[in-house]
């Protein structure tokens, strides 16, 4: 079995037994050169390769974050709990200001990065700077619970709904942190929902977590443009969850369900069998009329999204593992996992999710160790790092595809791990480790 460079071994070594929280970029590089490594682009990938495997938190991709080089993601989360358990920021549903962040983070261990922790958490979602303020923001899941009054035009809706097998919680407060621009007067949202307003189009967007549901209204000029925005952030949440499972239900249009608010639905798929069998008529099982299944995917679909500017469409991408586990130790911070029963009533669903589908599903409540594995893949680079990498020839063609294979191997390993409750973590990990040390002829390392 070829094995990693005994430089990357050593540079890992030296990062877990560092018994700081954090160390700056260039305390990383330097470590980097003190164990053989010439070229930026060698130590850039290594990091992007050690933050997939969890040893550190890096994110190259951000001009504030990827100066520094989290050693411990714990630090990260514990800060995030400081803020969500103030009690402060409790009776202010959720609202806080930087001036609050420096009593609350007023440990040393926070004291200087404070902007860092900030950034960190709305790039997880868990807060959102309210438009207009100076340096005001909102930590959706403490909004108020309680649904505000308001008043909604039932005439030529777009309706949609999802469904889901399992549903993880924080979905809907991180589509109001994504969407919080648009927020109707900026105070049509609570915990479970939001209105938006844009292009005199509204949207309604509710959570109905014991149904496993979410539900979307849209009533205005341009309901289909507007319906189109939702759904792709909606994806992109989606799917940075690993096997999630969850149905699109289209509403009927037919004489009978048409304008009206409890039409009968049909799930997305279902319809795109029938287009594919050029089966083009569907019967309602409220009215028993036949409908045409093109009109139906057509009422709630839109042009192609290359058609949408730039800015307001992205590409979805999957997180790591190690950012899921940030996500799951935070736990009450997004909302997915509640600390007493709750805890207890994810557990027993997502196994009754997985004996269902016989898959291994790790997205929620996963628990990645500190040696485990996380994802294959690093998003793109930006800016002044991103430029000094581009100038560089790339590793060796060999070298990158070893890495993907031992990072495959050890992504399987870590979920096996996970699935067996952690019986073998100590044996994955000792595995992984001799991996470095084989005397069988190892890829090219930095001089």
């Known amino acids: 079995m070829l094995a990693l460079p005994k ?35 060698d130590k850039l990938q ?24 989290i050693l411990k993601p714990k630090w990260g989360t514990d800060a995030v709990y400081k803020v969500l358990d103030d009690k402060q920021v409790i009776n202010n549903l959720g609202e806080f200001t930087t001036k609050a962040l420096e009593n609350i983070w007023s440990d040393e261990q926070y004291l200087f990065k404070q902007a860092e922790l900030l950034e960190l958490m709305m790039r997880f979602k868990l807060c959102y700077k309210i438009p207009g303020t100076k340096d005001t923001y909102i930590a959706p899941q403490l909004l108020t619970k309680t649904k505000p009054t308001y008043n909604w035009d039932t005439t030529d809706n777009l309706i ?97 369900c048409k304008n009206n608010q409890e039409p009968h639905f049909y799930k997305f798929e279902e319809l795109q069998r029938f287009k594919e069998h050029q089966q083009l008529k569907i019967q309602c099982r409220n009215s028993f009329e036949m409908v045409n299944v093109l009109g139906l995917i057509d009422d709630v679909t839109i042009r192609h999204k290359s058609e949408l500017s730039d800015a307001t469409l992205h590409t979805p991408q999957q997180i790591t593992h190690v950012e899921q586990n940030f996500y799951d130790k935070v736990g009450v911070a997004t909302g997915k996992v509640d600390r007493t029963q709750d805890l207890k009533d994810v557990s027993l669903e997502r196994d009754r999710y997985i004996n269902q589908s016989r898959n291994i599903n790790i997205s929620d409540n996963a628990q990645v160790t500190a040696s485990g594995a996380g994802a294959l893949s690093q998003g793109n680079n930006q800016g002044t790092i991103a430029n000094e990498i581009n100038e560089n020839d790339s590793l060796p063609e060999r070298e990158s595809k ?45 001089k």
């Open 7 to 41: 430089t990357w071994k050593r540079v890992r070594e030296t990062l877990e037994q560092d018994e700081r929280n954090y160390i700056s970029l260039e305390e990383y590089l330097n470590i980097c050169e003190e164990n053989g490594f010439t070229r930026l682009k």
């Open 46 to 69: 290594l990091s992007g390769y050690l933050h997939d495997l969890g040893v550190c938190l890096h994110f190259q991709d951000s001009p504030l974050l990827k100066n520094t080089v």
């Open 160 to 256: 949609l709904r999802y469904t889901y097998e399992f549903m993880p919680k924080g979905i809907i407060t991180q589509l109001i942190v994504a969407m919080h621009q648009d927020l109707y007067k900026q105070q049509y949202v609570w915990r479970s929902g939001v209105l938006l307003d844009k292009d005199d189009t509204l949207v309604e967007v509710i959570e109905y977590y014991d149904k496993r549901e979410i539900k979307i209204r849209v009533t205005g000029k341009r309901k289909k443009d507007l319906l189109t925005i939702i759904t792709h952030e909606l994806d992109k949440i989606h799917h940075s969850y690993q096997r999630l499972k969850y149905s699109q239900l289209i509403p009927c249009n037919c004489s009978l």
């Open 402 to 446: 070893i890495v993907k294979i031992i990072g495959t191997v050890a992504a399987i390993a870590t979920i096996l791990s996970l699935f067996f409750g952690g019986i073998f973590s100590t044996e994955v990990k000792e595995w992984f480790d001799n991996l470095f040390d084989k005397d069988t002829p190892s890829i090219s390392e930095p």
